[in-house]
């Protein structure tokens, strides 16, 4: 069975840094991309950065690239979003997901920013 | 960037009805499309992708299909279970987007 469990999330203060995991098991990890997906309270959802299953290749969404940034082990089946200089608008549920048509998701990690 | 709209926003509908859901891309991305079911406080579902492809263990009452940049999520026959908010979303081109969503309610 598929599973991706998701932590790491938490309260930050503006300008600060958090540094998500997640911790996929039930399939082999090294043979697909990874993808993060955030959702702002009560809106839609928003793809946010995937990489390749190598780690040789990085996609961001504009707002958050120079600030996050994707990385994954293949030797311990986890992906990481390193999140630094936050802002209000990065508050949201961040979830990780399997291949690029995310499809397999853990269950989020809520991200707040706030003073 | 590729902007992907959908329709209607929200829908009422019973039991037993037949729902349709559509989603534009605001330029061609082959059938790189999926869907997904998201119900309140859970985590998004994959229902299908690559337009049509029924992801494992989504019941057949869910189909997909394309026409050129319109894609279309069907319900054949709505269930309490079903009642949620779909996205559409592309994966054809950086960044990939996602619909807004369209919330199914009970009528």
Known sequence: EVQLVESGGGLVQPGGSLRLSCAASGFTFNSYWMTWVRQAPGRGLEWVANIKEDGSEKYYLDSVKGRFTISRDNAENSLYLQMNSLRAEDTAVYYCARDVDCNYWGQGALVTVSS | ?107
């Not at chain 2, 394309?66 to 949620?84: M, N, R, V, Y």
Request: charged content about 15%.
């Open chain 2, 1 to 107: 960037d590729i902007q992907m709209t959908q329709s209607p926003s929200s829908l009422s509908a019973s039991v037993g009805d037949r729902v349709t859901i559509t989603c534009r891309a605001s330029q061609d991305i082959s059938n790189y499309l999926a869907w997904f079911q998201q119900k309140p406080g859970k985590a998004p579902k994959s229902l299908i992708y690559a337009a049509s492809s029924l992801h494992s263990g989504v019941p057949s009452k869910f189909s997909g299909s394309e026409s050129g940049t319109d894609f279309t999520l069907t319900i054949s026959s709505l269930q309490p279970e079903d009642f949620a908010t779909y996205y559409c979303q592309q994966y054809y081109s950086y960044p990939f987007t996602f619909g807004p969503g369209t919330k199914v309610h009970i009528k």
